[in-house]
Each structure stands twice: as C-alpha cells, then as structure tokens.
C-alpha cells in the first residue's frame, strides 16, 4: 500500500518561499514509472498541476510556475520536495503530493491528504 504525506508551514510570508515535502511509505521514489507529482488547488478553483519527478529524477514544471518553481528529492528518506519562490496570495493552495503514471494520459492513482498553505503577511 502506498502511502504520501504532505509536511511543511501552513503559513508563508509574500516574496517568501513555500516549501513542502512528501514522505512516501510503500513504494520507492526510485523505481518504476512513476512521476511524483505535486498538484495545488486555490480556493473555490480547479487543480493545477505544478510540477514532477520522474524515478531517474528527471523534473518537470508547469510553464506558467517554472521561473520560481523547483522539485528535489532526497533518496535515502524517500521524499521529494517543492520549492516555490517569490510567492504571492495567488499562490494559497490546498497542496497535494500524488503518484502519476502515464498510458496515454496521465493518471494519479494516490494521493497525500494535501496541506492548506497560506500566503499572506
């Protein structure tokens, strides 16, 4: 059974920088073809993919967030991370960590509870 879950501040300061990490229990971050995803959904909005690691740790960001986004992770833990720099209030998200795979779209067959990060002064 795999498991994800989201750790980091609920709470970031403008110009800041958020960052979360995903602890995955039950499955390696380094094998199979999986992409470990990081997926956010603002308020009373749809989900927004924001970017992955691939098990080779090949990373992948959405265009629009790419500039100030980055995806790390760290082997030994199992756990990969998010950075995103020089956050606004239109970042505040309801974060997810989740497990992709692709045959012929891209499908998130687990997912971490999510985290509320906030982005205020």
């Known amino acids: 059974q ?11 300061k403008p110009s800041q ?6 602890t995955v229990s039950g499955g390696s971050i380094t094998t199979g073809y999986y992409y470990w995803t990081w ?3 603002p308020p ?9 690691i691939h098990n080779d740790g090949s ?3 959405s265009p629009s967030l790419k500039s100030h986004t ?12 998010l950075q995103l720099t020089s956050v606004t209030p239109e970042d505040t998200a309801m974060y997810y960590c989740a497990r992709g ?3 012929g779209s891209y499908y ?11 982005v205020s002064s």
């Open 2 to 12: 795999v498991q994800l879950q989201e750790s980091g501040p609920g709470l970031v």
């Open 17 to 22: 920088t958020l960052s979360l990490t995903c």
């Open 39 to 41: 997926i956010r959904q």
């Open 44 to 52: 009373g909005k749809g989900l927004e993919w924001v970017g992955a």
């Open 59 to 61: 990373t992948y960001y």
């Open 70 to 81: 980055s995806i790390s992770r760290d082997t030994s833990k199992n756990q990969f991370s």
């Open 101 to 103: 795979l692709y045959s």
């Open 108 to 118: 998130y067959d687990y997912w971490g509870k999510g985290t509320l990060v906030t």
